[in-house]
Protein backbone atom coordinates (compact mmCIF):
# COMPACT_ATOMS: atom_id res chain seq x y z
CA UNK A 1 0.00 0.00 0.00
CA UNK A 2 1.11 3.64 -0.86
CA UNK A 3 -0.69 6.66 0.03
CA UNK A 4 -1.84 8.96 -2.95
CA UNK A 5 -2.75 12.21 -0.95
CA UNK A 6 -1.77 12.99 2.28
CA UNK A 7 -2.99 16.11 5.11
CA UNK A 8 -0.42 17.66 6.79
CA UNK A 9 -2.11 18.71 9.87
CA UNK A 10 0.48 21.03 10.82
CA UNK A 11 2.13 24.93 9.99
CA UNK A 12 5.54 25.79 9.31
CA UNK A 13 8.77 24.87 8.93
CA UNK A 14 7.49 21.09 10.05
CA UNK A 15 4.69 21.19 7.33
CA UNK A 16 7.20 21.96 4.71
CA UNK A 17 9.55 19.54 5.93
CA UNK A 18 6.41 16.53 5.47
CA UNK A 19 5.58 18.48 2.12
CA UNK A 20 8.81 17.94 0.18
CA UNK A 21 9.36 14.34 1.56
CA UNK A 22 5.60 13.99 0.03
CA UNK A 23 6.72 15.78 -3.04
CA UNK A 24 9.80 13.41 -3.30
CA UNK A 25 7.92 10.21 -2.77
CA UNK A 26 5.07 11.36 -5.48
CA UNK A 27 2.34 11.86 -2.81
CA UNK A 28 -0.08 14.71 -3.21
CA UNK A 29 -0.15 17.24 0.00
CA UNK A 30 -3.24 19.24 1.65
CA UNK A 31 -2.07 21.97 3.40
CA UNK A 32 -4.21 22.93 6.21
CA UNK A 33 -3.89 26.75 7.92
CA UNK A 34 -5.63 29.27 9.90
CA UNK A 35 -6.08 32.72 8.27
CA UNK A 36 -3.20 33.92 9.81
CA UNK A 37 -0.96 31.51 7.78
CA UNK A 38 -3.08 32.21 4.85
CA UNK A 39 0.89 32.67 3.24
CA UNK A 40 2.86 30.40 4.66
CA UNK A 41 5.36 28.46 2.39
CA UNK A 42 4.22 25.23 3.16
CA UNK A 43 0.49 26.86 2.34
CA UNK A 44 2.02 28.25 -1.37
CA UNK A 45 3.37 24.58 -2.28
CA UNK A 46 1.08 21.97 -1.37
CA UNK A 47 -0.89 20.98 -4.10
CA UNK A 48 -4.40 21.64 -2.33
CA UNK A 49 -4.86 24.15 1.03
CA UNK A 50 -7.57 24.13 3.48
CA UNK A 51 -8.63 27.03 5.34
CA UNK A 52 -9.58 25.21 9.60
CA UNK A 53 -9.96 28.62 11.31
CA UNK A 54 -8.65 31.78 12.88
CA UNK A 55 -5.43 32.37 14.69
CA UNK A 56 -6.13 30.69 17.87
CA UNK A 57 -4.63 27.37 17.63
CA UNK A 58 -7.66 25.78 19.57
CA UNK A 59 -9.81 27.16 17.06
CA UNK A 60 -7.76 25.88 13.97
CA UNK A 61 -4.62 24.08 14.61
CA UNK A 62 -6.47 21.89 17.22
CA UNK A 63 -9.84 21.88 15.95
CA UNK A 64 -10.02 18.14 15.31
CA UNK A 65 -13.69 18.40 13.25
CA UNK A 66 -12.10 20.97 11.36
CA UNK A 67 -8.79 18.90 10.33
CA UNK A 68 -11.07 15.27 9.57
CA UNK A 69 -13.36 17.76 7.48
CA UNK A 70 -10.95 19.17 5.44
CA UNK A 71 -9.25 15.49 4.84
CA UNK A 72 -12.37 14.27 3.82
CA UNK A 73 -13.68 17.17 1.39
CA UNK A 74 -9.87 16.74 0.03
CA UNK A 75 -10.02 12.94 -0.37
CA UNK A 76 -6.71 12.76 2.11
CA UNK A 77 -5.66 9.09 2.50
CA UNK A 78 -3.46 10.07 5.34
CA UNK A 79 -2.44 12.79 8.09
CA UNK A 80 0.55 13.58 9.15
CA UNK A 81 0.41 15.56 12.46
CA UNK A 82 3.99 17.01 12.17
CA UNK A 83 5.11 18.13 16.22
CA UNK A 84 3.76 19.72 18.66
CA UNK A 85 -0.48 20.56 18.57
CA UNK A 86 -2.33 17.36 17.74
CA UNK A 87 0.68 15.15 17.41
CA UNK A 88 1.14 13.13 20.40
CA UNK A 89 -2.38 13.30 21.25
CA UNK A 90 -4.26 10.41 21.38
CA UNK A 91 -7.71 11.00 20.97
CA UNK A 92 -6.77 12.77 17.65
CA UNK A 93 -5.34 9.17 16.38
CA UNK A 94 -8.33 7.41 16.94
CA UNK A 95 -10.77 9.80 15.36
CA UNK A 96 -8.31 10.09 12.52
CA UNK A 97 -8.44 5.77 12.14
CA UNK A 98 -12.16 5.95 13.23
CA UNK A 99 -12.61 8.47 10.21
CA UNK A 100 -10.92 5.43 7.63
CA UNK A 101 -7.38 7.71 7.58
CA UNK A 102 -4.23 6.26 8.33
CA UNK A 103 -2.42 8.60 11.09
CA UNK A 104 1.57 8.88 10.17
CA UNK A 105 2.38 7.71 14.25
CA UNK A 106 2.03 5.26 16.34
CA UNK A 107 -0.56 3.43 17.70
CA UNK A 108 -3.39 5.31 20.06
CA UNK A 109 -2.88 2.99 22.47
CA UNK A 110 1.23 3.61 22.84
CA UNK A 111 1.17 7.52 22.45
CA UNK A 112 -1.78 7.10 25.78
CA UNK A 113 1.12 5.05 27.79
CA UNK A 114 3.72 7.00 26.95
CA UNK A 115 1.87 10.12 27.31
CA UNK A 116 1.24 9.59 31.06
CA UNK A 117 4.90 10.22 32.61
CA UNK A 118 4.35 7.48 35.55
CA UNK A 119 3.19 4.85 33.21
CA UNK A 120 5.59 5.73 30.67
CA UNK A 121 8.25 4.87 33.79
CA UNK A 122 6.30 1.86 34.81
CA UNK A 123 6.48 0.47 31.01
CA UNK A 124 10.60 1.71 30.17
CA UNK A 125 11.31 -0.78 33.92
CA UNK A 126 9.41 -3.87 32.01
CA UNK A 127 10.64 -3.15 29.05
CA UNK A 128 14.55 -3.37 30.72
CA UNK A 129 15.56 0.57 30.29
CA UNK A 130 17.30 2.00 33.10
CA UNK A 131 15.75 4.75 35.32
CA UNK A 132 16.13 7.49 37.73
CA UNK A 133 15.41 6.51 41.09
CA UNK A 134 11.81 7.59 41.76
CA UNK A 135 8.13 7.15 43.66
CA UNK A 136 6.45 3.93 42.11
CA UNK A 137 4.14 6.30 41.01
CA UNK A 138 2.26 9.38 41.54
CA UNK A 139 2.40 10.44 45.34
CA UNK A 140 -0.96 11.83 46.74
CA UNK A 141 0.10 13.47 49.85
CA UNK A 142 2.62 15.48 51.16
CA UNK A 143 3.43 12.40 53.79
CA UNK A 144 3.68 10.14 51.07
CA UNK A 145 5.95 12.67 49.46
CA UNK A 146 7.99 13.68 52.90
CA UNK A 147 8.58 9.95 52.80
CA UNK A 148 9.90 9.01 49.70
CA UNK A 149 11.95 12.07 49.42
CA UNK A 150 13.44 11.26 52.54
CA UNK A 151 14.43 7.40 51.82
CA UNK A 152 15.41 8.43 47.99
CA UNK A 153 17.77 11.35 49.78
CA UNK A 154 17.99 15.24 48.64
CA UNK A 155 17.71 17.05 46.39
CA UNK A 156 14.82 15.54 43.99
CA UNK A 157 12.53 16.58 41.61
CA UNK A 158 8.42 16.75 41.28
CA UNK A 159 7.04 16.42 38.41
CA UNK A 160 3.85 16.94 36.98
CA UNK A 161 2.63 13.24 35.54
CA UNK A 162 1.05 14.74 32.40
CA UNK A 163 3.81 17.19 32.03
CA UNK A 164 6.13 18.54 29.40
CA UNK A 165 8.31 21.20 28.36
CA UNK A 166 9.31 21.97 31.78
CA UNK A 167 5.73 22.55 33.23
CA UNK A 168 4.93 21.39 36.60
CA UNK A 169 8.85 20.57 37.71
CA UNK A 170 10.06 21.96 41.13
CA UNK A 171 13.05 21.13 42.44
CA UNK A 172 13.10 20.30 46.70
CA UNK A 173 16.98 20.70 48.32
CA UNK A 174 15.51 19.53 51.58
CA UNK A 175 12.60 18.35 53.58
CA UNK A 176 12.66 21.62 54.53
CA UNK A 177 11.94 23.02 50.76
CA UNK A 178 9.71 19.89 50.15
CA UNK A 179 6.03 21.30 50.66
CA UNK A 180 6.27 24.35 48.69
CA UNK A 181 8.08 22.64 46.06
CA UNK A 182 4.92 19.30 46.20
CA UNK A 183 2.17 22.10 46.17
CA UNK A 184 3.99 24.15 43.51
CA UNK A 185 4.30 21.48 41.26
CA UNK A 186 0.55 20.41 41.78
CA UNK A 187 -0.89 23.48 41.08
CA UNK A 188 1.16 24.71 37.59
CA UNK A 189 0.21 20.29 37.08
CA UNK A 190 -3.47 21.41 37.67
CA UNK A 191 -3.43 25.02 35.69
CA UNK A 192 -1.22 23.33 32.46
CA UNK A 193 -2.95 20.18 31.99
CA UNK A 194 -5.73 19.73 33.92
CA UNK A 195 -4.30 16.76 36.21
CA UNK A 196 -2.56 17.73 39.53
CA UNK A 197 -0.96 14.46 39.76
CA UNK A 198 2.81 14.40 40.53
CA UNK A 199 5.78 11.76 41.06
CA UNK A 200 9.45 12.55 42.55
CA UNK A 201 12.76 11.43 41.07
CA UNK A 202 15.86 11.73 42.26
CA UNK A 203 17.32 14.78 40.91
CA UNK A 204 20.78 14.67 39.08
CA UNK A 205 23.34 17.45 39.63
CA UNK A 206 25.02 17.48 36.32
CA UNK A 207 23.55 15.47 33.57
CA UNK A 208 23.40 15.64 29.95
CA UNK A 209 20.14 15.11 27.57
CA UNK A 210 20.86 12.18 25.24
CA UNK A 211 18.11 10.92 23.31
CA UNK A 212 18.12 8.17 21.07
CA UNK A 213 16.65 8.09 17.45
CA UNK A 214 14.42 4.56 16.83
CA UNK A 215 11.61 3.78 14.04
CA UNK A 216 9.81 0.46 13.94
CA UNK A 217 7.42 -1.01 11.32
CA UNK A 218 4.18 -3.00 11.24
CA UNK A 219 6.18 -6.39 10.51
CA UNK A 220 7.89 -6.32 14.10
CA UNK A 221 11.55 -4.78 13.06
CA UNK A 222 12.58 -2.01 15.03
CA UNK A 223 16.13 0.27 14.58
CA UNK A 224 17.90 2.40 16.36
CA UNK A 225 19.80 5.49 14.33
CA UNK A 226 22.07 6.51 17.20
CA UNK A 227 22.29 9.40 19.57
CA UNK A 228 21.57 13.32 19.85
CA UNK A 229 22.82 15.39 22.57
CA UNK A 230 20.11 17.85 23.32
CA UNK A 231 21.58 19.37 26.55
CA UNK A 232 21.69 23.02 25.46
CA UNK A 233 18.81 23.84 27.12
CA UNK A 234 16.87 27.26 28.44
CA UNK A 235 13.79 26.35 30.71
CA UNK A 236 13.77 22.86 29.60
CA UNK A 237 13.60 23.93 26.30
CA UNK A 238 16.24 22.82 23.84
CA UNK A 239 18.34 25.59 22.10
CA UNK A 240 21.15 23.22 20.15
CA UNK A 241 21.15 19.85 19.52
CA UNK A 242 24.07 17.70 17.94
CA UNK A 243 24.95 14.29 17.04
CA UNK A 244 27.15 12.16 17.82
CA UNK A 245 27.04 12.94 21.68
CA UNK A 246 31.10 14.36 22.75
CA UNK A 247 29.96 12.28 26.43
CA UNK A 248 29.79 8.77 24.40
CA UNK A 249 31.89 6.69 22.87
CA UNK A 250 31.03 4.08 20.38
CA UNK A 251 30.99 1.17 22.67
CA UNK A 252 28.36 3.55 25.31
CA UNK A 253 26.32 4.30 21.59
CA UNK A 254 26.06 0.82 20.83
CA UNK A 255 24.70 -0.65 23.99
CA UNK A 256 22.63 1.99 24.99
CA UNK A 257 21.12 2.07 21.00
CA UNK A 258 20.43 -1.69 20.84
CA UNK A 259 18.85 -1.71 24.40
CA UNK A 260 16.49 0.76 23.02
CA UNK A 261 16.03 -1.33 19.79
CA UNK A 262 14.61 -3.92 21.82
CA UNK A 263 12.50 -2.42 23.71
CA UNK A 264 10.31 -0.46 20.98
CA UNK A 265 10.71 -3.80 19.28
CA UNK A 266 9.33 -5.85 22.69
CA UNK A 267 6.26 -2.89 22.68
CA UNK A 268 5.36 -3.30 18.94
CA UNK A 269 6.24 0.27 18.01
CA UNK A 270 5.54 1.42 14.55
CA UNK A 271 6.67 4.49 13.67
CA UNK A 272 9.77 7.12 14.15
CA UNK A 273 9.89 7.73 18.06
CA UNK A 274 12.61 9.15 20.71
CA UNK A 275 13.78 7.76 24.20
CA UNK A 276 15.25 10.20 25.87
CA UNK A 277 17.62 9.87 28.88
CA UNK A 278 19.29 11.69 31.66
CA UNK A 279 22.79 10.45 31.30
CA UNK A 280 25.38 11.00 34.63
CA UNK A 281 28.54 9.17 35.40
CA UNK A 282 28.43 6.58 32.29
CA UNK A 283 25.00 5.73 33.71
CA UNK A 284 21.87 6.30 31.81
CA UNK A 285 18.47 6.81 33.14
CA UNK A 286 15.23 7.19 30.90
CA UNK A 287 13.13 10.09 31.11
CA UNK A 288 10.51 10.00 28.43
CA UNK A 289 9.30 8.72 25.03
CA UNK A 290 8.42 11.34 22.57
CA UNK A 291 5.55 9.27 19.90
CA UNK A 292 6.48 11.98 17.61
CA UNK A 293 8.90 13.14 14.79
CA UNK A 294 11.70 15.44 16.46
CA UNK A 295 12.09 18.86 15.89
CA UNK A 296 15.61 17.85 15.89
CA UNK A 297 15.27 14.66 13.73
CA UNK A 298 17.69 15.97 10.85
CA UNK A 299 20.85 15.78 13.12
CA UNK A 300 20.04 11.91 12.80
CA UNK A 301 19.05 12.56 8.78
CA UNK A 302 22.32 14.08 8.26
CA UNK A 303 24.84 11.37 10.03
CA UNK A 304 22.83 8.37 8.80
CA UNK A 305 21.91 9.75 5.50
CA UNK A 306 18.64 8.52 6.40
CA UNK A 307 15.20 10.54 5.69
CA UNK A 308 13.48 9.68 8.79
CA UNK A 309 10.13 11.08 7.44
CA UNK A 310 9.92 9.18 4.73
CA UNK A 311 10.62 6.32 6.45
CA UNK A 312 7.76 7.36 9.13
CA UNK A 313 5.64 7.83 5.84
CA UNK A 314 6.52 4.53 4.47
CA UNK A 315 5.60 2.61 7.44
CA UNK A 316 2.56 3.78 8.15
CA UNK A 317 1.76 2.66 4.39
CA UNK A 318 2.46 -0.86 5.85
CA UNK A 319 5.93 -1.04 4.43
CA UNK A 320 8.75 -2.74 6.04
CA UNK A 321 11.61 -0.88 7.19
CA UNK A 322 13.92 -0.01 3.61
CA UNK A 323 17.16 -0.73 5.93
CA UNK A 324 18.38 -2.88 8.70
CA UNK A 325 20.58 -2.13 11.73
CA UNK A 326 23.27 -3.27 10.18
CA UNK A 327 23.08 -1.16 7.53
CA UNK A 328 23.19 1.99 9.63
CA UNK A 329 26.00 4.27 8.97
CA UNK A 330 27.18 7.21 11.44
CA UNK A 331 28.97 9.38 8.99
CA UNK A 332 30.79 12.92 10.83
CA UNK A 333 29.13 14.80 12.83
CA UNK A 334 26.15 17.83 12.87
CA UNK A 335 24.76 20.63 14.67
CA UNK A 336 21.70 22.28 14.91
CA UNK A 337 20.44 25.36 15.77
CA UNK A 338 16.81 26.61 16.21
CA UNK A 339 16.17 29.95 15.66
CA UNK A 340 13.29 31.92 17.31
CA UNK A 341 11.51 35.16 16.57
CA UNK A 342 13.02 36.18 20.00
CA UNK A 343 15.29 38.68 21.41
CA UNK A 344 18.66 37.62 22.09
CA UNK A 345 18.56 39.29 25.22
CA UNK A 346 15.78 38.58 27.02
CA UNK A 347 13.78 36.22 25.15
CA UNK A 348 10.71 38.50 24.18
CA UNK A 349 8.61 36.74 21.24
CA UNK A 350 9.73 39.19 18.01
CA UNK A 351 7.13 38.34 15.66
CA UNK A 352 6.60 40.86 12.14
CA UNK A 353 7.32 41.45 8.94
CA UNK A 354 10.86 39.81 7.22
CA UNK A 355 12.65 42.73 5.54
CA UNK A 356 15.05 40.79 4.60
CA UNK A 357 16.19 37.29 4.40
CA UNK A 358 19.25 35.28 2.75
CA UNK A 359 20.52 31.88 3.78
CA UNK A 360 23.26 30.39 4.09
CA UNK A 361 24.64 27.76 1.79
CA UNK A 362 27.95 25.94 0.32
CA UNK A 363 29.12 22.22 1.56
CA UNK A 364 27.46 20.47 4.07
CA UNK A 365 24.64 23.47 5.29
CA UNK A 366 20.84 22.69 5.69
CA UNK A 367 18.56 25.46 6.87
CA UNK A 368 14.71 24.04 7.39
CA UNK A 369 12.70 27.48 7.13
CA UNK A 370 9.47 28.51 5.68
CA UNK A 371 10.58 32.02 5.89
CA UNK A 372 10.65 34.34 2.72
CA UNK A 373 11.47 38.39 1.86
CA UNK A 374 8.07 40.06 3.14
CA UNK A 375 6.75 37.05 5.21
CA UNK A 376 4.95 38.07 8.17
CA UNK A 377 5.60 35.31 11.16
CA UNK A 378 2.41 35.97 13.07
CA UNK A 379 2.29 36.49 16.84
CA UNK A 380 0.15 33.48 17.98
CA UNK A 381 2.29 30.53 17.49
CA UNK A 382 5.64 29.03 18.73
CA UNK A 383 8.60 31.54 18.43
CA UNK A 384 10.61 28.54 16.02
CA UNK A 385 11.04 30.33 12.31
CA UNK A 386 14.25 28.73 11.01
CA UNK A 387 16.62 25.31 11.80
CA UNK A 388 20.42 25.43 10.56
CA UNK A 389 21.77 22.40 10.64
CA UNK A 390 25.69 21.79 9.48
CA UNK A 391 27.52 18.48 8.90
CA UNK A 392 31.17 17.99 9.03
CA UNK A 393 33.45 15.11 8.80
CA UNK A 394 34.26 15.67 12.19
CA UNK A 395 33.24 17.49 15.38
CA UNK A 396 35.51 20.31 14.85
CA UNK A 397 35.23 20.97 11.29
CA UNK A 398 31.00 21.06 11.71
CA UNK A 399 31.79 23.85 14.51
CA UNK A 400 33.61 25.57 11.72
CA UNK A 401 31.34 25.35 9.16
CA UNK A 402 28.55 25.95 11.47
CA UNK A 403 30.31 29.60 13.08
CA UNK A 404 30.59 30.71 9.54
CA UNK A 405 26.72 29.83 8.44
CA UNK A 406 25.95 31.91 11.59
CA UNK A 407 27.41 34.73 10.16
CA UNK A 408 26.18 34.62 6.54
CA UNK A 409 22.55 34.02 8.02
CA UNK A 410 20.60 37.19 7.26
CA UNK A 411 17.29 37.55 8.56
CA UNK A 412 15.44 41.65 8.89
CA UNK A 413 12.82 42.96 10.21
CA UNK A 414 12.09 40.85 13.33
CA UNK A 415 14.62 40.28 16.35
CA UNK A 416 16.00 36.66 16.18
CA UNK A 417 18.33 33.99 18.03
CA UNK A 418 21.07 34.22 15.80
CA UNK A 419 23.19 36.39 17.95
CA UNK A 420 23.39 34.07 20.94
CA UNK A 421 24.00 30.75 18.68
CA UNK A 422 26.86 32.93 17.38
CA UNK A 423 27.92 33.32 21.02
CA UNK A 424 27.56 30.17 22.16
CA UNK A 425 29.81 28.50 19.21
CA UNK A 426 32.27 30.59 20.60
CA UNK A 427 32.31 29.38 24.34
CA UNK A 428 34.98 27.46 25.16
CA UNK A 429 32.37 24.91 26.91
CA UNK A 430 30.19 24.40 24.05
CA UNK A 431 33.79 24.11 22.02
CA UNK A 432 35.25 21.47 23.64
CA UNK A 433 32.01 19.56 24.38
CA UNK A 434 32.29 19.89 28.16
CA UNK A 435 28.77 21.43 28.73
CA UNK A 436 25.45 19.55 30.82
CA UNK A 437 21.67 20.51 30.82
CA UNK A 438 22.36 23.45 33.40
CA UNK A 439 25.45 25.04 31.35
CA UNK A 440 23.07 27.62 29.43
CA UNK A 441 21.14 28.82 32.22
CA UNK A 442 24.32 29.64 33.68
CA UNK A 443 26.07 31.18 30.95
CA UNK A 444 22.59 33.50 29.97
CA UNK A 445 22.83 34.21 33.92
CA UNK A 446 26.57 35.57 33.46
CA UNK A 447 26.02 37.63 30.31
CA UNK A 448 23.71 39.46 32.38
CA UNK A 449 26.59 40.93 34.86
Known amino acids: ?61 LNIPAILTAATITGADA ?46 IELGLPVVPGSDGAVETLD ?30 SSEELPNAFQMARSEAKAGFGDDSVYIEKYLGKPRHIEIQVIGDQHGNAVH ?53 LYENNEFYFIEMNTRLQVEHPVTELITGIDVVREQIRVAAGSPLSFSQSEVEFQGHA ?40 YSIPPYYDSLIAKLIVHGANRNECMMRLRRALEEFVIQGVETTIPLHRQLVAASDVMDGSYDIRWLEKFLEEQKR
Open 1 to 61: MSFEKVLIANRGEIALRIHRACREMGIKTVAVHSTADADAMHVKLADESVCIGPPAPRDSY
Open 335 to 374: IECRINAESSVDFRPSPGRIEGYHAPGGLGVRVDSGLYSG
Open 79 to 124: IHPGVGFLSENAHFADMVSEHGFTFIGPSADHIRLMGDKVQAKKAA
Open 225 to 277: LGERDCSLQRRHQKVLEEGPSPALNKEARDQIGMRVANAISKMGYSSAGTIEF
Open 144 to 173: EAQKTADDMGYPVLIKAAAGGGGRGMKVAN
